[in-house]
């Protein structure tokens, strides 16, 4: 019985044969192929070319192909073939073994090993690609904004200056326009180069003591006006529990509660926008603070709340609110780069609260540095100084003449080439008590001919205070700056205020 | 008897091995990805009218590696050429190129090596031109199985390089 089943339901899995040295098949069992003996090996399947040098090695070897496809007399098989052969001429044998369904098996899952394997590698690729995008794209915008700040200095300068003369109240107007748009644009350039610097992964904070009293009474006394302007209410509400000195980025707080602010007065027609500040706690020297902007404006959609902080998306989308609608994604960055998250909560229609809590450091020997008051820069006014301006852009050159003619203090020298700087500085008659340092010179760069300075041979001619002027202030240039010896950097644009006072604090 | 070559395909899996065989043997191509295992074997005779002859190739077409160290040696016995394939659109199939290369000397001294960037199809020329001190120095010959380009040309000049 047993033989009988085994004799009908066996299937045969391998082939034996017997061979010529040059090939010829001698026995053949018909295991799995029939037709094989009195032929030539080679004839049957183009693989069997490959042994045929094989067969005539007079030694005792084994020699094994496994996973071979071999396709005979329109059969398919996957198969291992082993060629053994002998010393003393006795006939090689040939052994074929079907495996086709293991092999099947492990196609399948090389199949999908391979696949997934392609499709990472090229997602791989494209995220290559796009980064490298990205990263053209922010230089392009940091380059091009760069090059926008000449020409806005020259014009933010010259307006000021402008409304400083004799004007009917017709042109006093205009010039309060001038004023106001061309700041508007500022705020704009800001907003993208710091979008990005934070993109790129450039932004940092710098934690320094500052007056985080007189900061909020700053902003509150800014945004009172400006609500009024739109006929808001604007209510303040500061905690006498709070410290009035804290450790921490004054420039970027002030940035993330102005842009809040903005935000704020921005959508709300009308009725209110409140500002509260209040201790959360302060422990082991760390003082938790806690912001919050509410306003009665149109309200966010709670599909939007995510949207609202990403760039360039402004979620309404309606001409009249105007912007480049970065504000929001600069808070929350740099609200998550103090390890803080911002909250919003909404009601669409009534409006919107904005609240973070943010960790300053606070302890009773903190002191603020030096503060000097940007509207009060005073000189000694027994004392002329001369001033070294190397720059070779005309609307800057106007410009700083522009702004120090106004003191009457100054005699200022203008040149652009090292050799004239150099010349200069080694005028004992007139000694030089300040340089103001373009550093994108047309053909020489300022922190080169700062370097040079510093080699000077008198030890008071070396020691000038150097001042950059530059709109590339990213942290590896400024690094640049402080090992050429440049003392402070003054970031361009900049107004009246800002360059009298960095030359106030530096010719003490 | 007739001449036959064995010529053996190398290279990374996927890089369009069986696709350039499939071109040159039945003139077709599929988009359709199908992973070759162990080895396909496949002959194609070639006239050679400069030489007034003709050539069988017997052409192996391995499965795809992804080191070329684990290739199964028995499969090299008795090979006339090697093609090496790799695909110009993914680095990882190019990038250890030299390493590659080296084993085969290796394996097979004096066994002419032709090192060629499939798919190019989906390059430009500048970007091959961009790469020719990456993969470019290395390669012979820059070939597509989908349009075809150039897949004549290579098996028919290195059957005849063979003679
Ligand atoms: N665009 C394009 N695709 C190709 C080319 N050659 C092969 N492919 C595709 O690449 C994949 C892998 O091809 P295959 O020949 O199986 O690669 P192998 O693993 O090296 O044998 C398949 O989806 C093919 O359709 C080519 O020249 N151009
Ligand atoms: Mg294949």
């Known amino acids: 019985m047993l033989e009988e089943y085994k004799q009908k339901y066996t299937k045969p899995v391998i082939q034996y044969s017997v061979l010529e040295p040059n090939g010829l098949v001698l026995e053949s069992d018909n295991g799995l192929f029939e037709n094989f003996e009195k032929k030539n090996i080679s004839d049957i399947h183009p693989f069997f070319e490959t042994i045929i040098p094989i067969l005539g090695e007079s030694i005792e070897k084994e020699t094994i192909f496994s996973c071979v496809h071999l396709n005979i007399e329109s059969k398919e098989i996957i198969s291992d073939i082993i060629l053994q052969t002998f010393k003393n001429n006795k006939k090689p044998l040939l052994v074929i073994q079907d495996l086709t369904t293991h092999y099947n098996n492990y196609q399948t899952t090389a199949q999908v090993r391979n696949e997934s394997v392609i499709n990472s590698q090229i997602l791989e690729l494209k995220n290559t690609y796009l980064k490298e995008k990205e990263a053209f794209k922010n230089t392009f915008i940091a380059n091009f904004s760069h090059e926008l700040r000449d020409p806005l200095t020259g014009i933010l300068t010259f307006s000021n200056i402008l409304s400083k003369t004799k004007l009917d109240p017709k042109q006093k107007d205009y010039i309060q326009i001038l004023n106001s748009t061309s700041s508007f644009l500022k705020k704009m350039i800001d907003d993208i180069l710091d979008i990005s610097k934070i993109e790129s992964g450039k932004l940092d904070l710098s934690i320094e003591p500052f007056n985080f009293k007189k900061l909020l009474d700053e902003i509150k006394f800014n945004y009172t006006i400006k609500a009024k302007q739109k006929g808001l209410e604007f209510n303040y509400n500061y905690d006498h529990k709070l410290p009035e000195v804290i450790g921490g980025d004054a420039k970027r707080l002030r940035q993330v509660i102005t842009n809040l602010l903005d935000n704020a007065i921005k959508f709300t027609h009308n009725g209110s926008v409140t500002f509260n500040v209040s201790l959360n706690q302060i422990r082991a020297q760390k003082a938790s603070i806690h912001f919050e902007i509410i306003d009665t404006g149109i309200g966010i959609k709670e599909e939007n709340f995510e949207d609202i902080f990403t760039s360039f998306n402004q979620v309404n989308k309606n001409e009249s609110y105007k912007g480049t609608g970065l504000g929001l994604a600069i808070v929350k960055y740099l609200v998550e780069l103090t390890n803080s998250k911002i909250k919003v909560v909404s009601n669409y229609g009534k409006g919107s609260t904005f609240s973070t809590n943010i960790n300053f450091i606070s302890n009773p020997s903190l002191k603020v540095t030096k503060e000097i008051d940007a509207t009060k820069v005073v000189f000694n006014p027994s004392k002329k100084y001369n001033i070294l301006l190397v720059e070779d852009s005309e609307i800057i050159q106007l410009s700083v003449l522009k702004i120090l003619a106004t003191r009457g203090q100054f005699f200022l020298d203008i040149v652009s080439k090292p050799e004239e700087v150099l010349t200069r500085m080694v005028d004992y008659d007139n000694e030089v008590d300040l340089v103001l340092m373009d550093i994108k010179l047309k053909e020489h760069r300022g922190d080169e001919i700062a370097r040079q300075i510093r080699k000077l041979p008198e030890p008071h001619q070396r020691k000038v205070p150097i001042i950059a002027m530059t709109a590339k202030v990213f942290k590896e240039d400024l690094k640049l700056y402080k090992k050429a010896g440049i003392n402070e950097v003054l970031k361009k644009p900049f107004d009246e205020n800002q360059l009298l006072e960095i030359i106030a604090k530096h010719l003490e | ?163």
């Open chain 2, 1 to 163: 008897m007739k001449i036959s070559k064995k010529i053996v395909l190398l290279g990374h899996f996927g890089v369009g091995k069986s696709s350039l065989i499939r071109r040159f043997v039945e003139n077709t191509f599929s988009e359709n990805y199908k992973v070759t295992i162990g080895v396909h074997i496949f002959k194609k005779n070639v006239e050679i009218p400069e030489k007034d002859t003709d050539v069988s190739l017997v052409i192996w077409d391995l499965e795809g590696n992804d080191d070329i160290n684990n290739t199964r040696l028995s499969y090299l016995i008795g090979t006339n050429a090697f093609i090496y394939v790799y695909d110009v659109t993914r680095p990882a199939t190019y990038e250890n190129l030299q390493a590659e290369i080296d084993f085969l000397k290796e394996k097979q001294k004096n066994t002419p090596i032709k090192v060629v960037g499939n798919k190019n199809d989906l390059v430009t020329k500048a970007f091959l031109k961009e790469n020719n001190d990456n993969f470019g120095r290395l390669t012979d010959l820059y070939v597509s199985a989908k349009t075809g380009n150039q897949v004549d040309f290579l098996f028919s000049k290195l059957a005849e390089s063979l003679l």
